[in-house]
């Protein structure tokens, strides 16, 4: 009777050590730190939406891979709405409705921006209605 072959497990596991290291540099770490200082501007900053909403453009320039990048987004696209500039907001919005779907803070994000974009769609159509309605009606 042959005795049986052993596969050595020290190969397989160097290559598995190997392979998960290989995986692990290439993940994009996410710059908290430079969140914090975005959101810390939002805080103290309630009233000056434009300054806000540049700091989160510069954050997504600076980290354009980052997945808390959608987060700057987010916040950064309700500034615009907030100082009135909606056509801003919206491309923003636009670009967050299309984040990739393959971690969580992304497809949150793609879920929020189409909610927003919703809401201003119907605020479109609201505003033509009443218009219609003060034309045929009244």
Same mark, same amino acid.
């Given at each position: 009777?042959?005795?049986?072959? @052993?596969?050595?497990?020290?190969?397989?596991?160097?290559?598995?050590?190997?392979?998960?290291?290989?995986?692990?540099?290439?993940?994009?770490?996410?710059?908290?730190?430079?969140?914090?200082?975005?959101?810390?501007?939002?805080?103290?900053?309630?009233?000056?939406?434009?300054?806000?909403?540049?700091?989160?453009?510069? =954050? @997504?320039?600076?980290?354009?891979?980052?997945?808390?990048?959608?987060?700057?987004d987010?916040?950064?696209?309700?500034?615009?709405l907030?100082?009135?500039?909606?056509?801003?907001?919206?491309?923003? =919005?636009?670009?967050?409705?299309?984040?990739?779907?393959t971690?969580?803070?992304?497809?949150?994000?793609?879920?929020?921006?189409?909610?927003?974009?919703? @809401?201003?769609d119907?605020?479109?159509?609201? =505003?033509?209605l009443?218009?219609?309605y @003060?034309?045929?009606?009244?």
């Amino acid at each position: 009777m042959k005795p049986k072959r @052993r596969m050595p497990l020290l190969p397989i596991l160097a290559a598995a050590a190997a392979a998960l290291t290989t995986l692990r540099a290439q993940t994009v770490r996410p710059n908290e730190a430079g969140l914090a200082s975005v959101w810390k501007l939002h805080i103290a900053e309630s009233n000056d939406h434009a300054r806000v909403a540049s700091a989160c453009e510069e =954050f @997504r320039k600076a980290s354009p891979s980052d997945p808390l990048a959608w987060v700057a987004d987010g916040i950064g696209a309700w500034r615009w709405l907030k100082a009135g500039d909606t056509s801003t907001a919206t491309t923003v =919005f636009e670009r967050m409705a299309a984040a990739p779907q393959t971690d969580p803070i992304g497809k949150t994000a793609a879920v929020m921006a189409k909610r927003w974009l919703t @809401r201003l769609d119907r605020e479109k159509v609201r =505003f033509a209605l009443k218009l219609m309605y @003060r034309k045929n009606i009244e």
